[in-house]
């Protein structure tokens, strides 16, 4: 079995200095959001060497190591899933895309979702209907709430913006910081493209969105304009 391979070949590739780094870097203490992850302390250049030697492992073998407990062996299995949609047909797109939303508890970190979400949910739902990542981003878990939002980046990258503003909207309130951050990400990703679209949003929302949504959101701006949104004194829109 191939899995089993790669496996011991992932092993054999860990560096327990790495994993000690890595646990921290990833919140892996009680109460925190990657509580209880497992590392092998493998940086992620290497793991995208083995991801290429190895991507025409089967589907079922791809499943098997993205319900590994070592955060490496998930990540590994979803550059692989990436890298078949990105290759495959309709029928292999369609197969990848309904197997990551059945095994989101395994997607359970934010480099494992930004990793993947985009490449796969969003490139597959461009020219569908978008329901399925509204119901994400109404999920009670963290996790998949992220992926509704990073799936709009690829919508975001092809200058289509309506899905993720109207996400942003509703996770304004949302309690995670790292969707705050998400959110102010994907907003700064719209601004780059087309700013006054972005700053239409942040004038209707800046005094209500968590002050660290809207540091992302706003990075790149001007300092004496960072300052305002900052302070909610920016000119409001009547949009």
């Known amino acids: 079995m191939r899995a089993r391979e790669i496996h011991n070949i992932l092993v054999s590739l860990g560096d327990a200095a ?10 892996t203490g009680k109460g ?6 497992i590392f092998l302390g493998i940086r992620v250049p290497a793991l995208r060497k083995q991801v290429r030697r190895y991507r025409d492992i089967s589907p079922e073998e791809t499943l098997l190591l993205l319900k590994s407990p070592f955060h490496e062996e998930r990540l590994f299995a979803l550059l692989v899933l990436v890298d078949k949609f990105s290759r495959g047909g309709a029928g292999d797109r369609t197969a990848i895309y309904e197997m990551y939303l059945s095994n989101t508890q395994y997607i359970n970190n934010w480099d494992l979702v930004d990793s993947s979400a985009p490449y796969i949910v969003g490139a597959y739902l461009e020219k569908r209907d978008k329901k399925p990542i509204f119901k994400l981003a109404g999920s009670g878990n963290l996790w998949e709430r992220r992926i509704a939002v990073l799936s709009t980046f690829h919508l975001i990258k092809r200058n289509d913006f309506s899905d993720a503003l109207e996400i942003s909207e509703i996770l304004i309130q949302d309690r995670e910081d790292l ?22 949003f942040l004038d209707r929302n800046c005094r209500e969105m968590p002050r660290t949504m809207l540091r992302y959101a706003i990075e790149r701006f001007p300092e004496k304009e960072r300052k305002r949104y900052m302070e909610g004194t920016a000119q409001v829109s009547d949009g």
């Open 32 to 37: 925190e959001y990657g509580e209880g992850d």
């Open 179 to 200: 969707i705050h951050k998400a959110v102010g990400w994907m907003l700064r990703e719209i601004g780059k493209r087309d700013l006054p679209v972005e700053k239409t």
């Open 18 to 27: 790495v994993a000690e780094h890595s646990k921290r870097f990833f919140k």
